[in-house]
């Protein structure tokens, strides 16, 4: 027999740093010691959201003109894929050879202190990302921390000389290839992120993030499509299913089906794919915002009633609308042959859920992998009408 319940496992709550956060604290450092003269062990940094923190420094060097800090970072208990990332900043001290006037502030203090990408620190390609074509992957709250934290100990050295600053991470490109930079145009590394300077273990507020920056880079490339998915396997799945189109227009949207629905129409895009497995599927059909399992739990009574309309008979329907997972269903619907029918009228619901509720504004094509990612259905509103 199926398995009704699955157990869960414990996560820790012990708060991290973000790159950004690390950055400024290694430039900070090296600055100190071209200030003092003085190896530095240790820094005091602010971080974006107006608190200091002290960051080891783990190793430093000091010549005429030139200074290097290495902050590792720590990430706390979040999964973080640049947990424990040597950070290193350089800071180069170049002499200024004429005197340039500008009338935005903001312009002075980027060209007295330039942020510049070493090895391991992504390279912008694509617009939409709020940055500059060309220039490193750095987002723009952990560029100005950096300059803040520079700016508070140059002291006279800023009047003197511009501040050359490189930023480098280690197997920073390795890195890159477990996050969604590739995607987004970013190459060759890592992006410096952060906008509090705080990690807060499995945050959602950064992946939500990327959700929308991913679909509005999409939508800078003119792009009319855009493809859901709720994680790797699924995306997988589609991109092998709709090889035609280009890897920006899929998106891992995760448990944030609200989050990405809303920006796609304020985007304008008319035609939606969404990638899933049942269990997800389940909580679109049901309404929900945020599918994560943890937060309201699968309504199985609705289930039990797919399954119904799909064909099932009274002790199976019964038996389901018992179980905690929609998983169980479809492994009953499937021990009674009637798994693609249980899928075709979940597909329907799920259709009828969201374009009712988001007003016809856009076509949408569902598409169901099993659990080891394999196809087992599609359905396309332009194709079908009638829902339950």
């Keep these: 027999m199926p398995i009704k319940k699955t157990a869960r496992k414990k996560r820790g709550n012990r708060k991290g740093f973000t790159t950004g956060a690390c950055t400024a604290a290694a430039a900070r450092a090296a600055t100190l010691g071209l200030v003092t003269g003085e190896v530095q062990d240790s820094v005091l940094c602010r971080l974006p959201n107006k608190t200091d923190v002290s960051f080891k420094v783990e190793s430093f060097f000091?010549?005429?003109?030139?200074?290097?800090?290495?902050?590792?970072?720590?990430?706390?208990?979040?999964?973080?894929?640049?947990?424990?990332?040597h950070i290193t900043v350089d800071i180069?001290?170049?002499?200024?050879?004429?005197?340039?006037?500008?009338?935005?502030?903001?312009?002075?203090?980027?060209?007295?202190?330039?942020?510049?990408?070493?090895?391991?620190?992504?390279?912008?390609?694509?617009?939409?990302?709020?940055?500059?074509?060309?220039?490193?992957?750095?987002?723009?709250?952990?560029?100005?921390?950096?300059?803040?934290?520079?700016?508070?100990v140059a002291g006279d050295l800023l009047d003197k000389y511009n501040f050359e600053i490189i930023i480098s991470v280690p197997d920073g490109e390795k890195m890159a290839k477990r996050t969604l930079n590739a995607?987004?145009?970013?190459?060759?590394?890592?992006?410096?992120?952060?906008?509090?300077?705080?990690?807060?273990?499995?945050?959602?507020?950064?992946?939500?993030?990327?959700?929308?920056?991913?679909?509005?880079?999409?939508?800078?490339?003119?792009?009319?499509?855009?493809?859901?998915?709720?994680?790797g396997r699924t995306e997988k799945f589609i991109i092998g299913e709709l090889p035609e189109l280009p890897s920006v227009c899929f998106v891992q949207m995760g448990d944030f089906l609200k989050v990405a629905l809303d920006t796609v129409v304020n985007s304008g895009i008319k035609r939606i794919v969404i990638g899933a497995m049942v269990g997800k599927l389940a909580k679109m059909a049901q309404g929900e915002n945020i599918t994560h399992a943890r937060k309201n739990p699968i309504n199985m009574k609705m289930v039990s009633e797919i399954a119904q309309a799909a064909g099932a008979g009274d002790e199976v329907v019964e038996d389901i609308a018992q179980a905690?997972?929609?998983?169980?269903?479809?492994?009953?619907?499937?021990?009674?042959?009637?798994?693609?029918?249980?899928?075709?009228?979940?597909?329907?619901?799920?259709?009828?859920?969201?374009?009712?509720?988001?007003?016809q504004q856009f076509s949408l094509k569902i598409m169901?992998?099993?659990?080891?990612?394999?196809?087992?259905?599609?359905?396309?509103?332009?194709?079908?009408?009638?829902?339950?």
Excluded at 189 to 209: K, Y
Excluded at 210 to 219: C, D, F, L, P, R
Aim: hydrophobic fraction near 40%; glycine fraction near 8%; aromatic fraction near 6%.
């Design 368 to 388: 169901i992998c099993d659990f080891e990612g394999n196809k087992q259905l599609e359905l396309d509103s332009e194709q079908y009408t009638h829902v339950l």
């Design 62 to 85: 000091l010549e005429s003109g030139h200074a290097r800090a290495v902050v590792i970072k720590d990430a706390g208990d979040d999964p973080d894929v640049t947990d424990k990332a």
């Design 92 to 152: 180069y001290l170049k002499e200024i050879k004429e005197l340039k006037i500008f009338d935005n502030p903001c312009d002075e203090i980027r060209e007295k202190i330039k942020l510049l990408n070493g090895p391991g620190v992504g390279v912008v390609t694509q617009a939409g990302l709020g940055l500059e074509v060309n220039g490193p992957a750095i987002n723009p709250v952990p560029q100005k921390n950096i300059r803040e934290n520079v700016s508070a």
């Design 324 to 359: 905690d997972t929609a998983r169980y269903a479809s492994e009953r619907m499937s021990e009674i042959g009637l798994l693609n029918e249980f899928y075709l009228y979940l597909a329907k619901k799920v259709m009828q859920t969201l374009l009712e509720k988001y007003d």
């Design 183 to 231: 995607r987004l145009g970013i190459i060759a590394g890592i992006s410096i992120l952060g906008t509090s300077g705080i990690v807060h273990p499995w945050s959602t507020a950064a992946f939500r993030s990327s959700v929308i920056q991913a679909i509005e880079v999409a939508v800078s490339q003119e792009q009319k499509i855009i493809v859901l998915t709720t994680g």
